[in-house]
């Protein structure tokens, strides 16, 4: 059994089993799924994040794999991934509590607890109107640079993320958003991965996902480029010259991507 409690659920629990307690915890639920359960409760008026893992069962691990996805099987990969991140500089959530019990991949209780990060808004939902008021020029390229830092960071640190999208960028909100004074936050780390390196498929496969993500917000090529730039930290003529076949991919994905979208329109 793996337990660990950091205020104020280590005081809030003393003398309780841990994984009955955190069952008990009632809060808003955002999703409610067999193996998962995702909600946000309130301790002494401050917020949290709670996600518990029930074991999802054999089948349903067989069926991911028979179709190439990595099944989620506990907390424990969220866990990994952010203390990753904090110690190479990424912000990303705090988690507060921590716990595992039980062998069996197939039937394993695990939950974690993360602070709530508030205010904020993603970037989603901060750029959605950029297409219609594009922002400041300076804004917009002090956020290109974090995302790629952000980004750059995480992957050289060994955690590829597998939701590698733009709504997973926080931007906090408690003070007016500059480009000289912004803060940005990288949260939803239940499916990411921890190895030593980032392997390129996985490496190229939170690219893709990052770039899609942000096909309807306006940006042109020079904020591309600058993204680029910043991530590979790497001289530009060199960046374009190794990564030629990725950069390719992506552009010729992105085509596919719009044709579908004005074919179907909203049905996709």
């Given at each position: 059994m793996k337990l660990i409690l950091a205020e104020p659920f280590k005081t809030l629990w003393a003398g309780r089993?841990?994984?009955?307690?955190?069952?008990?915890?009632q809060g808003q639920v955002y999703r409610e799924l067999e193996g998962r359960r995702t909600?946000?409760?309130?301790v002494n008026g401050k917020g949290y994040f709670v996600k518990i893992h029930r074991g999802i069962g054999w089948g349903e691990i067989f069926k991911n794999l028979s179709t190439a996805k990595l099944p989620v099987l506990g907390a424990g990969q969220e866990w990994r991934a952010i203390q990753r991140l904090h110690e190479v500089g990424v912000p990303t959530m705090t988690a507060v509590a921590y716990g595992e019990r039980g062998s069996n991949p197939a039937a394993q209780h695990s939950f974690i607890v993360t602070e709530e990060l508030a205010p904020t808004i993603s970037l989603e939902d901060f750029s959605a109107d950029w297409l219609a008021n594009p922002p400041e020029p300076r804004l917009k390229r002090a956020l290109i640079a974090e995302v790629a830092r952000m980004t750059g960071t995480m992957h050289r640190a060994g955690v590829n993320h597998r939701d590698c999208y733009i709504c997973h960028f926080l931007l906090h909100t408690a003070m007016p958003v500059t480009a000289k004074d912004l803060r940005l936050s990288l949260i939803d780390l239940h499916r990411a991965q921890v190895r030593e390196s980032t392997p390129r498929r996985w490496?190229?496969?939170?690219?893709?996902?990052?770039?899609?993500?942000?096909?309807?917000?306006?940006?042109?090529?020079?904020d591309k480029l600058r993204f680029i730039r910043v991530y590979f930290q790497k001289p530009l003529r060199e960046i374009l010259r190794g990564e030629a076949r990725l950069l390719?991919?992506?552009?010729?994905?992105?085509r596919r991507l719009l044709a579908r979208k004005e074919r179907y329109g909203d049905a996709l």
């Open positions: 089993d841990p994984f009955d307690a955190v069952e008990q915890l909600l946000r409760t309130e490496r190229d496969k939170d690219l893709a996902g990052l770039y899609f993500s942000a096909l309807g917000i306006g940006l042109t090529e020079r390719a991919e992506l552009q010729h994905k992105a």
